[in-house]
């Protein structure tokens, strides 16, 4: 696939603490160019979301993040998350895999989670001006601690090359970006209702104080996940007020 933003600049640490970290430094304020990637198969320090550390067997998987300088509204932020998901599904389609996006961006294949984003944006006068995409995909990993409730393309039967599935979910990325910089925002976010969990559809769901059930009907401008409860009532959640409970 012909890229049309990304620059296929890929570099390979044989170890790091953070992928998202580490490419921001090797950035240093301007080096790298659009698109370039930092991709090593031992991330030691993995960051997740909500604080959470992102663990990953080493040279079984893959870990690797992406810089790009959108120079978007602000308004769009959610997008990034929209056009890393996007890629990622898309690519496991190609697999034959049916994977749904559980919001904000978590990858799961029959309920399990196969692969996780972390998204880091710097925004500068109302403008994204820089964000780090990171993915972490469970490609050949077969024992996952049992409360992770994960899976990996091994253990959905299909086997790839690290480095072939990397190149596709890149160029499936830079395909999706292109779609941001031209501003498809609605198309976007219509393709990530086609492939969203529960979307339209009854949920449930924990707060912190109860478990209900609810329809999930979409995200809203601020990227906030949008829930009608029983009674009719709009609820509005960030990522740390709510859990999925799909298991
Ligand atoms: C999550 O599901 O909590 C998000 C996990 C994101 C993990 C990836 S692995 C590559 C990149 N570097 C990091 O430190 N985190 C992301």
């Not at 992770?148 to 979910?169: C, H, M, P, R, W």
């Not at 707060?207 to 409860?229: E, M, R, V």
Request: glycine share 6%; net charge positive; with cysteine.
């Amino acid at each position: 696939m012909q890229l049309k933003h990304f620059n296929n600049h890929v570099i390979n640490v044989s170890e790091t603490g953070s992928t998202n970290s580490r490419i921001q430094e090797e950035n240093n304020n301007g080096k790298l160019l659009n698109g370039s990637a930092l991709i090593t198969e031992k991330q030691t320090v993995g960051k997740g979301q909500r604080g959470n550390i992102w663990v990953s067997e080493p040279h079984k998987n893959l870990t690797f993040s992406v810089i790009t300088f959108p120079n978007i509204d602000s308004k769009f932020a959610f997008h990034l998350n929209i056009i890393a998901a996007l890629a990622v599904q898309k690519t496991l389609k190609d697999l034959k895999l049916i994977a749904k996006i559980k919001w904000p961006n978590d990858i799961l294949i029959n309920s399990k989670k196969i692969c996780g984003i972390l998204v880091e944006n710097q925004i500068a006068s109302k403008n994204i001006v820089q964000s780090v995409i990171g993915i972490g995909l469970n490609v050949n990993q077969i024992d996952f601690e049992k409360s992770l409730n994960a899976t990996s393309l091994k253990l959905e039967g299909v086997s790839v090359e690290l480095k072939d599935v990397f190149n596709q979910i890149y160029s499936y990325l830079d395909f999706y970006y292109n779609l941001l910089i031209e501003s498809n925002f609605k198309l976007l976010l219509k393709l990530y209702y086609d492939n969203m969990l529960w979307y339209n559809s009854i949920g449930n769901f924990d707060d912190g104080n109860s478990t209900f059930k609810a329809i999930l009907k979409g995200i809203n401008n601020q990227g906030l996940l949008h829930l009608i409860k029983e009674g009719g009532k709009n609820s509005f959640y960030d990522i740390k007020e709510i859990k999925f409970l799909y298991q």
